[in-house]
């Protein structure tokens, strides 16, 4: 992935993260919002029920130290047995509520806390109760502490959350941009060579038509119409790579393919090109059909790659041996050949995509085998190879057990 598409995909990663965790501090705000607003008004209605008991019956049922009783009878006040705080009572309020004979609340902050006071006249006298908030203010202040430590957290959790869960939906976007970039490559790697000998032998037979020669060579037209034909068989591997890179998971299964009679069919259409080579071409299968789940289409490409592959490396006087069977419940395909073979220990390069090999030269376009190992891997698979530089190889290909659907197909008839 090159730096601007590592910078997108950055990107999106954080933004999806950043907007995880703003969304998750905004519900725990909201939650912690309610919560506070929830305990003041019960708080606040608590301390009027005190304040109205105090008023009427001359107490108040707080917490010690936190409530007072003032009572009035126009001349002297009572301030009971404990020392009211500096300030209380409220003369003014004692005097006001005197003359009218209304009650008269309110609330003063002083020293660090709120004294809420209500005044009320009571038969002869005004009483006035006061009450010390702190505890309730001390509560409120570790309510707000414990959701602002709260939604920090919370807010760094859904970060992180939202960070993984972005990975997962990113990852799409880094897969296609993945498939984009490795078909971009894979065209112009492989198409780039033989547009370049359509278009120079193009221009050849364009120069000795104007030359007035004699006519155009068979071969010069062979070699033509070759190249156009290769050209064919990179565009079919490119969209069957690009078509088995884009199937979804979990889709239908596909109906069984008879194995014995593809592979007979594959060996049977390359006896040709193999006698011309002077290479012995054998084929042992089972005499009844051998059906697998899969593509047929994608499997005959698997087949006729690895005859192409090994017809490519097999000298005249060669011999290249097909062997279908099954073994414990597997397809089992060998394809061996008696040709130049390679280094074992090049064996797992062989399937990188663009891999020929010393001395593969200009003999082979395509993906070749590194497109193999897509098709063999999209069918639940394994492809191996083994070789000796000189001595052959011998390629391996096993299909995973038939499914039950298969063990009860029959392959069709033909009327």
């Not at 809420?116 to 908030?133: G, K």
Request: aromatic share 4%; net charge neutral.
């Amino acid at each position: 992935m090159d730096p601007a598409e590592r910078a997108v995909v950055r990107q999106a990663r954080l933004r999806i993260a950043v907007l995880v965790g703003l969304v998750f501090g905004a519900l725990l705000v909201l939650g912690g919002g309610i919560s506070y607003e929830a305990l003041v008004r019960r708080q606040e209605a608590q301390i009027q029920r005190e304040l109205e008991w105090g008023t009427r019956y001359g107490t108040i049922g707080g917490p010690p130290a936190c409530s007072w009783i003032f009572e009035y009878d126009g001349t002297t006040v009572d301030t009971g047995l404990d020392p009211p705080p500096p300030g209380f009572p409220l003369h003014d309020a004692l005097e006001t509520v005197a003359a009218t004979r209304t009650a008269e609340t309110t609330t003063v902050a002083r020293d660090g806390t709120v004294y809420h006071v209500r005044t009320a006249a009571r038969s002869d006298r005004v009483v006035q109760a006061v009450f010390d908030a702190r505890f309730q203010l001390a509560d409120r202040r570790h309510l707000l502490l414990a959701f602002s430590l709260a939604a920090a957290v919370g807010v760094l959790a859904a970060a992180l959350a939202g960070l993984l869960v972005s990975r997962r939906a990113v990852a799409p976007l880094v897969e296609a941009l993945a498939r984009q970039r490795r078909f971009v490559a894979d065209a112009s790697h492989e198409l780039r060579t033989p547009i370049a000998q359509v278009y120079t032998r193009a221009q050849v037979l364009a120069r000795r038509a104007r030359a007035g020669g004699t006519g155009v060579s068979p071969d010069d037209l062979e070699r033509l119409v070759d190249t156009t034909r290769r050209l064919g068989e990179i565009v079919d591997d490119l969209l069957l790579s690009a078509q088995l890179a884009a199937a979804p998971a979990g889709q239908p299964p596909k109906p069984p393919v008879d194995l014995t009679a593809l592979v007979g069919t594959a060996v049977a259409a390359e006896a040709d090109r193999a006698a011309e080579r002077q290479v012995a071409l054998t084929l042992d299968a089972p005499g009844e059909p051998l059906p697998v789940p899969g593509v047929e289409s994608a499997l005959r490409r698997v087949v006729g790659e690895l005859l192409a592959n090994a017809l490519a490396h097999t000298p005249a006087g060669g011999r290249i041996a097909v062997t279908l069977r099954a073994v414990e419940g597997r397809a089992e395909l060998t394809v061996a050949d008696t040709g130049d073979g390679f280094d074992q220990a090049d064996a797992r390069r062989l399937f990188d995509r663009f891999h020929r090999g010393a001395g593969a030269g200009d003999r082979r376009f395509g993906l070749g085998l590194a497109l193999l190992r897509e098709v063999v891997a999209s069918h639940h698979g394994t492809i191996d190879a083994q070789g000796r530089p000189g001595r052959g190889a011998t390629f391996t290909v096993c299909l995973p057990a038939p499914t039950r659907e298969c063990r009860g197909w029959a392959p069709p008839t033909t009327s």
